[in-house]
C-alpha cells in the first residue's frame, strides 16, 4: 500500500493524450513538491518532472506536470511508443522520509 | 557524463550483512545529497535512505531503520549502504541516485544492483 495513490494502468494509441494521476495527502504533496519519474523495461529510472511542472533538459515538451493542493497528474501529449513503461510520481513528507506512488504502467495501444 | 555505478549486490541468507557501494563521476560528488532507492520483484520503486551532502544527516524509510546504514566518502566520491539482519523481504535491486536533501527529486540514477535473500 503506497502512501501515493497512482493508477495500476493507461492506455492510449499514438498520438494521443494520457494524464496520470497521483494522490497523496497534508503532509506530503499538499506540503512538498512533486517529481515524476520514467522507468523504461531495462534501463534506469529517470527524472522526467521536477517541481511540479518542470522539465529536465532533454526530456520533450510532451510530457507536463501540474500540482493542485493533495494531487498532482503528469501528461503525455503525441503519445509515441517508445513512451511504453511505468511511471511513478514521488515527494518528502513531513515525516522525513521519501514517498514513491505505486507506479502506473503506461501500454501504447 | 554522470555516472553511478553500483556493486556489492549478491545473495544471502537471511540474518547475514551486505555492504552496497556507488562509485560516482561526472558531477560534483561531495555537494550532492545521495539516496538508495530499491525494487523488489514485480514490485514498484521504494525509496530507502539518503545522506547529506557531507554526511552529517540522514534519514530512513522505517522498512530499513536500525538495520540499514548510509554514508559516504567524498574523498573517493562514493555512496555506502551496510545492510545488517536482511531478510527475505529485503531482495530487490538497489539503485543509488543523486538529488536532494529533505526532497525527492533523484536527477541521476545508476543501473542498480541486485541482492537477493534468501536461505
Known amino acids: 500500500q503506497s502512501v501515493l495513490t497512482q493508477p495500476p494502468s493507461v492506455s492510449g494509441t499514438p498520438g494521443q493524450t494520457v494524464t496520470i494521476s497521483c494522490s497523496g495527502s497534508?503532509?506530503?504533496?499538499?506540503?512538498?513538491?512533486i517529481n515524476w519519474y520514467q522507468h523504461l523495461p531495462g534501463t534506469a529510472p529517470k527524472l522526467l518532472i521536477y517541481v511540479n511542472d518542470k522539465r529536465p533538459s532533454g526530456v520533450p515538451d510532451r510530457f507536463s506536470g501540474s500540482k493542485s493542493g493533495t494531487s498532482g497528474s503528469l501528461t503525455i501529449s503525441g503519445l509515441q511508443s517508445e513512451d511504453e513503461g511505468d511511471y511513478y510520481c514521488a515527494t518528502w513528507d513531513a515525516s522525513q522520509r521519501g514517498v514513491f506512488g505505486g507506479g502506473t504502467k503506461l501500454t501504447v495501444l | 557524463q554522470v555516472q553511478l555505478v553500483e556493486s556489492g549486490g549478491g545473495v544471502v541468507q537471511p540474518g547475514r550483512s551486505l555492504r552496497l557501494s556507488c562509485a560516482a563521476s561526472g558531477f560534483t560528488f561531495r555537494s550532492a545529497a545521495m539516496h538508495w532507492v530499491r525494487q523488489a520483484p514485480g514490485r514498484g520503486l521504494e525509496w530507502v535512505a539518503v545522506?547529506?551532502?557531507?554526511?552529517?544527516?540522514?534519514y530512513y524509510a522505517d522498512s530499513v531503520k536500525g538495520r540499514f546504514t548510509i554514508s559516504r566518502d567524498n574523498s573517493k566520491k562514493t555512496l555506502y549502504l551496510q545492510m545488517n539482519n536482511l531478510r527475505v523481504e529485503d531482495t530487490a535491486v538497489y539503485f543509488c541516485?543523486?538529488?536532494?536533501?529533505?526532497?525527492?527529486?533523484?536527477?541521476?540514477w545508476g543501473q542498480g544492483t541486485l541482492v537477493s535473500v534468501s536461505s
Open positions: 497534508s503532509s506530503n504533496i499538499g506540503s512538498n513538491t
Open positions: 541516485a543523486s538529488g536532494w536533501f529533505g526532497e525527492l527529486r533523484l536527477d541521476y
Open positions: 545522506i547529506s551532502y557531507d554526511g552529517d544527516n540522514s
